[in-house]
């Protein structure tokens, strides 16, 4: 069974594909299509309130056909944020839960969770601590309430969650770590944070399968032109599951993405006895 995780930036650009980074995001886009994921979740779609507009919802029907599609927007500040995700099973029960993490962050569309017969699927798009970390305070609040939310999911079943969390965990998981100690992303605030979500029962599976992978990463910044060719990147996407699903994990990769900078989709691959 295989689940592919990406944050999009902007599924408009996507399916627009007016500029170059634009029929980039489109490639991927149907690169993604092509392995038929079983689901798929994405993140910042930076969709309004109103969700697809037709042609939108008429692209991605055309790439994942009989698809069922959840999604949740942003109901504060319109075109941001927001998530979405594609199953090929029709899930019992589709959760947009409210974690009651501060200001804002409730209402930006950030936490989908697809409710099947033996697992929880769901898909994060966790808050930047923002320049000059003015946001790194709620930042920690929104990491408690979200790891509530799921030890609550994880004590009913196990739990496969993905996403943008915003965080690169260990020194290995950047190219530049003491250059970056301390910048939105690599604070020691965010990082123990990510260490408790762990020790609470998830399994970052990327580390899992590969302990000392060095040089894999997600995310590259667009402002430096040579981040991509110089592999200067960040590991801030994730595929986590509770620990019990240990010995399910098959593998888990970052899809290439060629000269596109910005996040790199991850895919998990988990082994033939495992049912949803």
């Not at 109901?75 to 804002?104: D, F, H, K």
């Not at 966790?126 to 946001?135: D, M, Q, W």
């Not at 910044?221 to 240990?246: A, P």
Request: glycine share 6%; proline share 4%.
């Amino acid at each position: 069974m295989k689940f592919i995780s990406w944050n999009i930036d902007s599924i408009n650009a996507a399916v627009e594909h007016k500029s170059a980074r634009g029929e980039m995001t489109w490639q991927v886009l149907q690169d993604i299509a092509a392995q038929q994921p079983d689901v798929l979740a994405i993140q910042e779609t930076k969709l309004k309130a109103t969700g697809l507009t037709k042609k939108q919802a008429a692209a991605l029907d055309e790439l994942f056909p009989g698809y069922h599609r959840y999604l949740r927007m942003s109901t504060g500040r319109s075109g941001y944020s927001g998530t979405m995700m594609l199953s090929r099973q029709e899930p019992i029960n589709v959760e947009m839960p409210e974690i009651g993490a501060p200001g804002e962050m409730d209402i930006e569309g950030r936490v989908i969770t697809l409710e099947f017969a033996n697992t929880y699927v769901s898909t994060v798009y966790t808050p930047n601590s923002g320049s000059a970390l003015a946001r790194l305070d709620d930042r920690q609040s929104w990491d408690d309430a979200y790891r509530a939310y799921m030890q609550q999911l994880d004590a009913h079943k196990p739990v496969i969650f993905s996403g943008d969390f915003n965080v690169a965990h260990q020194e290995i998981d950047l190219k530049n770590p003491k250059s970056n100690h301390k910048k939105a992303g690599f604070t020691d605030e965010e990082r123990e944070h990510f260490s408790r979500l762990l020790d609470a029962g998830f399994t970052d599976t990327f580390r899992y399968l590969h302990p000392d992978q060095a040089g894999v990463y997600t995310w590259w910044v667009q402002i430096s032109k040579t981040s991509k060719i110089n592999n200067s990147g960040w590991r801030i996407d994730y595929y986590l599951t509770s620990n019990r699903l240990n010995d399910q994990l098959d593998e888990m990769s970052v899809i290439d993405t060629g000269a596109r900078q910005d996040h790199a989709p991850i895919m998990l691959t988990m082994t033939d006895d495992f049912t949803l």
